[in-house]
């Protein structure tokens, strides 16, 4: 993710720049899905919120890695 797309705050984004990013659709996880779903629905409070918040949150959803791709 280049550094404009961080500071890009999250009401401001397409679902389809969303999915693009991992933050919605079917590869993002439901917890990352439930922080969006947060932050459109509560847009006075949370439109703040930007994408290098949220990709860091997407980031500890992860699954590990496994022993062969570690190493890679």
């Known amino acids: ?5 961080m500071k890009k705050k ?26 969006v779903e947060s932050v459109k629905a509560h847009r006075d409070k ?3 919120v930007t994408c290098f918040m949220v990709d860091c949150v997407r980031k500890q959803y992860a699954p590990p890695a496994s022993g062969q791709d570690a190493r890679r």
């Open 46 to 48: 949370l439109g703040y």
């Open 10 to 35: 999250i009401v401001d984004l397409s679902d389809d720049e969303l999915t693009a990013l991992g933050f919605w659709g079917d590869a993002a996880s439901p917890g990352v899905i439930k922080i």
């Open 1 to 5: 993710m280049d550094a404009a797309t």
